[in-house]
């Protein structure tokens, strides 16, 4: 079921929209924002997806039972990998 909404949105915007309906890339101004949308929605989408990995592996690592490096461990780190280099 289609719902009827009203919108208001920046005239160069309304330009663009119409300038690609009168080009006859999309037959109505309700096609273009139907497609908008349906970016709009897969990129929300892919976000969600992103948000999600990113959360998973924090909980990878909090729930690492390998010790935790103190900042001093990882200077010690970065200088002895510094030294192997020259």
């Known amino acids: ?6 919108i208001s949105l ?3 915007m309304v330009a663009a ?4 309906v009168d080009a006859g890339a999309y037959a109505s101004t309700s096609e273009v924002l139907r497609a908008a ?3 709009w929605l897969r990129e929300e989408e ?9 959360r998973q592996k924090v909980k990878a690592s909090l729930d690492d039972p390998r010790p935790d490096l103190s900042l001093q461990d990882i ?3 970065i200088e002895s990998l510094a030294a192997e280099q020259q």
Do not use: F, G
């Open 1 to 6: 079921m289609n719902e009827k909404l009203s």
């Open 10 to 12: 920046p005239s160069e």
């Open 17 to 20: 929209i119409k300038s690609r």
């Open 37 to 39: 949308v349906r970016v």
């Open 46 to 54: 892919e976000y969600q997806e992103r948000i999600a990995a990113i």
């Open 75 to 77: 200077d010690d780190w």
